[in-house]
């Protein structure tokens, strides 16, 4: 078995305004170092197929009801995908590929989760193994769907000398990663990160999202509430 491994990480996040790519190089266990990081924003086509199809799904049941549409923009999203990997490893061995794919619904609770993104076609289209679906174990045996992230966390708190601590993570939607002292760890979401102000970006400016929070810094601090925050 080899002792060190080049893997390509492909995430879609809740914005949907794009993916991010890394090249990591790691052992799997508690060890990794960055080769590449690059993020290719998505085609105004797309991103509005992807929100737009997105306002239509509110329960399980409408994924049943747009499967076609659905099947259309998971291939769209594939080939994209595909053309980003084949530029990053021309010139990077890897020896396999982390595919996200772009959520398009999610709910722990009926353990339904749907990720648009073809694993075997993008394996085919690049001639790499192509690791996806990461989802659907984690919420079969109770956790809420997003099993990596704990994972990574506790490699950064093995480097920071296995203190007892929380790891916040506000993304779309705000996870917690919290270890104990004897390596332990608990994760869960704990309610909405950037999506509510992403959404609200949106529709008030056409935009993907409030980029470098220049819209944010134009308002006024409210320094009673920021006070209460950083006293707690």
């Known amino acids: 078995m080899k002792q060190s491994y080049f893997s390509l990480g492909l995430m879609s996040g ?37 929100t737009g199809i997105k306002d239509k799904i509110n329960t399980s049941e409408d994924l049943n009801l747009l499967s076609n549409e659905l099947q259309l923009i998971e291939k769209e999203i594939t080939l994209f995908n595909a053309k980003l990997t084949k530029k990053l490893i021309k010139n990077n061995n890897v020896d396999l590929i982390g595919f996200h794919g772009q959520t398009i619904f999610h709910n722990a609770i009926e353990k339904i989760s749907k990720q648009l993104g073809d694993g075997e076609l993008l394996s085919q289209l690049t001639k790499t193994i192509v690791v996806y679906d990461f989802r659907q ?10 099993p990596l992230t ?18 916040l993570n506000i993304g779309g939607i705000s996870n917690e990663t919290v270890i104990f002292e004897n390596g332990d760890f608990s994760a869960r979401d704990i309610g ?20 470098n929070g220049n819209i944010a810094r134009s308002g006024k601090i409210n320094k009673k509430i920021l006070d209460q925050l950083l006293n707690n």
């Not at 052992?27 to 924003?41: A, V």
């Not at 174990?137 to 997003?146: E, S, T």
């Open 192 to 211: 909405p990160g950037n999506c509510l102000i992403d959404k609200w970006i949106n529709l008030k400016s056409n935009k993907f999202f409030d980029e």
């Open 14 to 50: 809740t914005s949907m305004d794009g993916v991010d790519a890394s090249i990591i190089q790691s052992n799997g266990i508690d060890e990794y170092k960055t080769i590449i990081n690059e993020y290719c924003k998505y085609d105004i086509n797309l991103y509005k197929k992807l």
């Open 137 to 146: 174990n984690d919420l079969k045996k109770g956790g809420q769907g997003a």
């Open 150 to 167: 704990p994972i990574f966390h506790t490699i950064i708190n093995k480097k920071l000398k296995n203190l007892k601590r929380s790891f």
